[in-house]
Nanobody, 124 residues
């Protein structure tokens, strides 16, 4: 069973910072994580991509967060991070971790998994 466990959400004032983390847990089996990413969904809006990083550390960002957010990963720990600086009220949303995982790692194709989401609230 594959689980993505997110942490680091919370309430922060505009201009502040938060760091989200997402760790992958697979019980009893070896695995490999390919691309990983963060998405967010604000009330009444569709889920949107925030940032994505490949296993080779190629990144892409939504235009709205470029220069403020940084995605990174620790391949040894199979963890992805999202450092969020200069937060704005418009960043308020539930943030979801997304990962393409191969269990076992020699499979030719990965499957997509989602975390349960963590709330980020930015007050003005």
């Amino acid at each position: 069973q594959v689980q993505l466990v997110e942490s680091g959400g919370g309430l922060v004032q505009a201009g502040g910072s938060l760091r989200l983390a997402c760790a992958c847990a697979v019980s009893g089996r070896i695995f490999s994580m390919d691309a990983m990413g963060w998405y967010r969904q604000a009330p009444g809006k569709q889920r949107e991509l925030v940032a994505r990083i490949t296993r080779g550390n190629t990144t892409n960002y939504a235009d709205s967060v470029k220069g403020r957010f940084t995605i990174s990963r620790d391949n040894a720990k199979e963890v992805v991070y999202l450092q969020m600086n200069s937060l704005e009220p418009e960043d308020t949303a539930v943030y979801y971790c997304n990962a393409e995982i191969r269990v076992p790692p020699w499979l030719p194709k990965s499957s997509e998994y989602w975390g349960q989401g963590t709330q980020v609230t930015v007050s003005s």
